[in-house]
């Protein structure tokens, strides 16, 4: 009887601590679209009242031909917001004079661009030079969370187009070989904390990964040892079935491992791996490096949804990085090029 007490009471204030973190996002949201007054959650309520929901029936027609589209979007998010900012960047098409980020080494295996394209097509002939791209990727990325298993959040809106893309500036988006310290710098570079971080790191749940991001680690680790150490036999193991050596210069770009055992569902699971040395990056099993961000990861490992809502919390704040409002920018006509 004492110990279905005690349960209750545990379950309770596992409860109640959820509810306050559920809360604060809803706070830390309203905050935001305060604090930064040119974003703001409905932005588009009278402007282009079925934008979001134009924008969620693009995302799921996607995702009901091919579910790892969500996985590329929620990633295009990161990787346009790493590159001057979340101003949709990340689709412009080169030109013969200007090689755009999209064409750039760190970028040759995103995906997801054409949800955004026919998205646009869409906006625009209803609400022609009102939504702009880099807002279009932010209700996208939200909405592929959330098909994916994620909580949902309110979307701060008002982002405006930039009108430069060089491949050049990639350089700003961490490799799959950085270390705890290059990573936490990385974000830190674009005003998110090792927090956020370790938080957006779960995203890692979702998704693919090309072998050669990794095979580093299996066959080439050092000039002492071949393999990881850090990395768990068997996982190498497996890894090493799908990604053979003598196969890695044929089908060097198309070769490809689920990020996670469960590559179509959002869940911290991501973080339970690292403590079993199974982490697909050494950027990923780096969050282990450090006292501070393993007991992070190690409470979202324990609690599936105290991760999914400090996810939503730093994807908040990742979409807000280095925005164009007001009169900055353009809202493109089409993604691909910048305005005439
Ligand atoms: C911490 C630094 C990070 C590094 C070094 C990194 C690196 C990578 C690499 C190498 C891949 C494999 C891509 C491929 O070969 O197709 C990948 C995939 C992915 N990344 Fe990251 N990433 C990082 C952070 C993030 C963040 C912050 C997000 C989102 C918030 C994110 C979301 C994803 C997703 C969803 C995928 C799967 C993409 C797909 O299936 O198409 N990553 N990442």
Redesign the pocket.
């Known amino acids: 009887m004492k110990f279905l007490h005690q349960n209750i009471e545990t379950h309770r204030s596992n409860l109640f601590m959820i509810m306050k973190r559920i809360l604060s996002v809803i706070v830390i949201c309203s905050l935001i679209s305060h604090s930064q007054a040119a974003l703001e959650v409905g932005f588009y309520r009278d402007k282009c009242p079925f934008a979001e929901a134009i924008i969620n029936h693009e995302v799921k027609k996607s995702y009901l031909i091919d579910k790892?589209?969500?996985?590329?979007?929620?990633?295009l998010?990161?990787?346009d917001c790493?590159v001057r900012g979340c101003d949709g960047s990340i689709f412009i098409d080169s030109t013969p004079t200007n090689q755009a980020e999209k064409d750039g080494s760190?970028n040759?295996?995103?995906?997801?661009l054409e949800v955004i394209y026919n998205a646009k097509d869409k906006l625009e002939a209803v609400c022609p030079g009102v939504l702009s791209c880099a807002d279009i990727l932010a209700y996208a990325?939200r909405d592929s969370n959330v098909l994916s298993g994620g909580v949902y959040w309110d979307v701060p809106a008002g982002r405006r187009d930039g009108r430069i893309s060089r491949a050049s500036e990639i350089v700003d988006?961490?490799?799959?070989?950085?270390n705890l310290v290059q990573?936490t710098e990385?974000?830190a570079n674009k005003g998110l904390t090792q927090a956020d971080?370790v938080a957006?790191?779960?995203?890692?749940?979702?998704?693919?990964?090309?072998?050669?991001?990794?095979t580093d680690r299996l066959y080439n680790h050092n000039t002492k040892t071949m393999k990881d150490p850090n990395l768990d036999p068997h996982y190498a193991q497996l890894l090493r079935i799908v990604c053979p050596k003598v196969l890695q210069e044929i089908f060097n770009q198309t070769l490809?491992v689920g990020?996670n055992q469960s590559?179509f569902y959002m869940d911290s699971s991501y973080y339970g791996n690292l403590f079993k040395h199974a982490g697909?990056?050494?950027?990923?099993q780096s969050l282990l490096d450090s006292q501070t961000t393993a007991t992070q990861a190690a409470s979202y490992a324990a609690n599936d949804l105290s991760w999914k809502v400090d996810?939503a919390q730093?994807?908040i704040k990742?979409s807000q990085v280095q925005v164009l409002t007001g009169n900055q920018g353009e809202i493109r006509a089409n993604c691909r090029v910048i305005n005439p």
Not at 108 to 112: F, L, M
């Open positions: 790892g589209i969500a996985a590329g979007i929620v990633r998010q990161f990787h790493f760190t040759e295996s995103i995906r997801g990325a988006i961490p490799l799959p070989s950085f990573i990385s974000f971080m957006l790191s779960g995203s890692h749940s979702i998704g693919r990964s090309h072998c050669f991001q990794f490809v990020m590559p697909l990056f050494v950027s990923d996810f730093a994807m990742l």
